[in-house]
């Protein structure tokens, strides 16, 4: 396992916490910039997925069982524990965490939902970029570089993972699960949508928005996985604002 995809977490003791969930061949690393906005008197747990963080192998053998049971248990847990527990998710982070709460599994003080593909749009620009970020290792275009930063799985060749069957599978039941019950949230939620998001369609804020709780935001100059630094400060603002009353 790559040290830098490890799972971190601040526990102090305090009656608040934020599960923050990467996306499928995701990292805990990419919630580094919004834990900085985590007030001191509210834990974090930035978790680690089931098949991630390891080899190819390992990812190939997971799938949706795998992971919404890992984050049952977490959440039975956490809810012995806590008096409020609020969600952030990216990709199919945000999928697992309204799979959770549809199934009662958890009732969340409010939710962040970062890239949340609830419909996605089919391009050859992502894989082209995939390619790219595997091949090229010294890459300069920022888009890239997050890529590869968000990453966790070891492969050098992107081939591998058309044997990945089963965890594909798993994102598009989650997708389905979540397109049945994103209407139904009835805590505070902030949807974030880059304005150029390679992935994840405008469809998905517009399915969103239609939920009264729902509050959809699109920040600038972002795709996937890179956000500008504006968008960064947008994102981290709407997070603060959702836990405003800790």
Same mark, same amino acid.
């Given at each position: 396992?790559?040290?830098d995809?490890?799972?971190y977490?601040?526990?102090?003791g305090? @009656?608040a916490?934020?599960i923050?969930?990467?996306g499928i061949?995701? $990292?805990?690393?990419?919630?580094?910039? /919004?834990?900085?906005a985590?007030?001191?008197?509210m834990?974090?747990?930035?978790? /680690?997925l089931p098949?991630?963080?390891?080899a190819?192998?390992d +990812?190939?053998r $997971?799938g949706v069982?795998?992971?919404t049971?890992? +984050?049952a248990?977490?959440?039975?847990?956490l809810?012995?524990?806590?008096?409020k527990?609020?969600?952030?998710?990216h990709s199919?982070?945000?999928?697992?965490?309204? @799979?959770?709460?549809?199934?009662?599994?958890? @009732?969340f003080?409010?939710?962040?939902?970062i890239?949340c !593909?609830l419909?996605?749009w089919?391009n050859?620009?992502?894989?082209?970029?995939?390619?790219?970020?595997?091949? @090229?290792?010294? $890459?300069?275009?920022?888009?890239?570089?997050?890529?590869?930063? =968000?990453?966790s799985?070891?492969?050098r060749? !992107? &081939?591998?993972?058309?044997t990945?069957v089963?965890?594909?599978?798993? /994102?598009?039941?989650?997708?389905a699960?979540?397109?049945?019950?994103?209407?139904?949230?009835?805590?505070? &939620?902030?949807?974030?949508q880059?304005d150029?998001?390679e992935?994840v369609s405008m469809r998905?804020v517009r399915?969103a928005? =239609?939920?009264?709780?729902?509050?959809?935001?699109?920040?600038?100059d972002?795709?996937?996985?890179?956000?500008s630094?504006e968008a960064?400060?947008?994102i981290r603002?709407? +997070?603060? =604002?959702?836990? =405003?009353?800790?």
């Amino acid at each position: 396992m790559h040290t830098d995809h490890r799972a971190y977490s601040r526990i102090s003791g305090g @009656d608040a916490i934020v599960i923050c969930v990467h996306g499928i061949q995701g $990292s805990p690393e990419q919630f580094r910039d /919004l834990v900085s906005a985590i007030p001191e008197c509210m834990d974090y747990m930035c978790v /680690l997925l089931p098949g991630h963080g390891g080899a190819i192998g390992d +990812f190939r053998r $997971s799938g949706v069982r795998d992971w919404t049971a890992y +984050f049952a248990a977490l959440c039975d847990d956490l809810r012995g524990r806590y008096a409020k527990i609020y969600f952030a998710g990216h990709s199919m982070g945000c999928l697992i965490g309204i @799979d959770a709460a549809a199934r009662g599994a958890i @009732d969340f003080e409010g939710m962040l939902l970062i890239a949340c !593909p609830l419909k996605i749009w089919p391009n050859f620009k992502y894989p082209a970029m995939g390619i790219k970020a595997l091949k @090229d290792r010294n $890459s300069t275009d920022v888009h890239v570089r997050a890529i590869q930063a =968000a990453c966790s799985l070891e492969m050098r060749n !992107p &081939v591998g993972l058309l044997t990945c069957v089963k965890p594909y599978i798993g /994102l598009f039941v989650l997708m389905a699960r979540a397109n049945r019950h994103i209407g139904n949230l009835n805590t505070n &939620v902030c949807m974030i949508q880059s304005d150029g998001d390679e992935i994840v369609s405008m469809r998905s804020v517009r399915i969103a928005a =239609a939920n009264r709780n729902i509050k959809t935001v699109i920040v600038p100059d972002s795709g996937h996985f890179y956000y500008s630094p504006e968008a960064k400060a947008i994102i981290r603002n709407e +997070f603060r =604002a959702l836990i =405003a009353e800790i």
